[in-house]
T-cell receptor, first 113, second 110 residues
Framework: NAGVTQTPKFRVLKTGQSMTLLCAQD?????MYWYRQDPGMGLRLIHY???????AKGEVPDGYNVSRLKKQNFLLGLESAAPSQTSVYFC????????????FGPGTRLTVT | TQLLEQSPQFLSIQEGENLTVYCNSS?????LQWYRQEPGEGPVLLVT?????EVKKLKRLTFQFGDARKDSSLHITAAQPGDTGLYLC??????????FGGGTRLMVKP
């Protein structure tokens, strides 16, 4: 099992450009999450999904959109990138939500110039 | 808003030393998790504590959940270079999503 995979691993964007980050999991988990990690701030939840076809806003959703058309995939989109979105992005999945282990992907390092 | 504060933010020690890192909140949490994150990788769960006063041991790592379920600590005995990484605590918030602390970055020098 590959667990949680993310593509790409690195990306540099110019302000105003768009991109999509892809997350895939092969553990048949219902819940999937997108986080951003900035120095000293831990992980902050951007959006999450409780099942195929559903999405919900997390703590810092502005400037991002998500889609979960298939249970195993969770896409994070940036329509018009801004320098404030320079961060490391992590996708995670879990079987259930409360008290259950979250499995994380290796991360995508995004720089917006 | 349920916040988790971790201290210290940075810790650099020599191999063989003992250390304790802390995770504190003014709010009560039903459970707390500890994750370790190595450079270039995602966090990996170490332990979940669910009962006030609970102590869990994982080899040289000892985790304690405060009696009032507002704080937790991680103690490492005889630290090794392989313990180097970012240690994150996390707990479920009112929306049942995880809230993460800012992390303690540990470096163990050989």
């Amino acid at each position: 099992n590959a667990g949680v995979t993310q593509t790409p691993k690195f990306r540099v964007l110019k302000t105003g450009q768009s991109m999509t980050l892809l997350c895939a999991q092969d553990m048949n988990h219902e819940y999937m999450y997108w986080y951003r990690q900035d120095p000293g701030m831990g992980l902050r939840l951007i959006h999450y999904s409780v099942g195929e076809g559903t999405t919900a806003k997390g703590e810092v959703p502005d400037g991002y959109n998500v889609s979960r058309l298939k249970k195993q995939n969770f896409l994070l989109g940036l329509e018009s990138a801004a320098p404030s979105q320079t961060s490391v992005y992590f996708c995670a999945s879990s079987y259930l939500v409360h008290g259950y282990e979250q499995y994380f992907g290796p991360g995508t390092r995004l720089t917006v110039t | 808003t349920q916040l988790l504060e971790q201290s210290p933010q940075f810790l650099s020690i020599q191999e063989g030393e003992n250390l304790t890192v802390y995770c504190n909140s003014s709010s009560v949490f039903s459970s707390l998790q500890w994750y370790r994150q190595e450079p270039g990788e995602g966090p990996v769960l170490l332990v979940t504590v669910v009962t006030g006063g609970e102590v869990k041991k994982l080899k040289r790592l000892t985790f304690q959940f405060g009696d009032a379920r507002k704080d937790s600590s991680l103690h490492i005995t005889a630290a090794q270079p392989g313990d180097t990484g970012l240690y994150l605590c996390a707990g479920p918030n009112a929306g049942n999503m995880l809230t993460f602390g800012g992390g303690t970055r540990l470096m163990v020098k050989p």
